[in-house]
């Protein structure tokens, strides 16, 4: 009986630190991997979007679009002039998740000409695991809009992980 019971919390807490580790990330909300509509958001949309996520290592972008690529260039330079020669990754499969493998930056443009000049790229910085913990997520009554839900997200998924082993503690006692 008490090993039957020890292994269910074993299995509670690997679950809660699978859940709390990572999330996924739906690359500009709703809109998707694409050019920006309006010229005001051109040079501003997707880095807009990522300054209100706080992304961490292991957590993975998912990238819609068509007729689109994602190519993650090395440096501010290339991410700038909009071009890489050796992109450090590339994919135009419409629907690329890219995991973010270590903190650091990394530079998104996209490798279709003109694209990226007229506002298709963006910067992520990845935090490490020592960072400070997550803001609170914003109010529900909030009105939908561009950016993602992900901070919301990944704090839903914490707090339902964190209550996992709640849920156990009848089996002991």
Known sequence: METSKSLV???????????????????????????????????HFFNDWAATNRFRVNDTLRFKYKKDSVMVVKDEEEYNKCRSSHPLFFSNNGDTSFRLDRPSL?????????HCHHGLKMIIKVLDDNSPPLPPSLPADDPPNHKSSATSHYSASVAAAAALPLLALPLFF
């Open 9 to 43: 919390l074993l299995t509670l807490l690997c679950c809660y630190v699978i859940t709390a580790s990572s999330a996924k990330l739906f690359v500009g909300g709703k809109e998707g991997w694409t050019v920006p509509k309006s010229k005001d958001e051109q040079h």
């Open 106 to 114: 990394f530079y998104f443009i996209s490798g279709v000409t003109g």
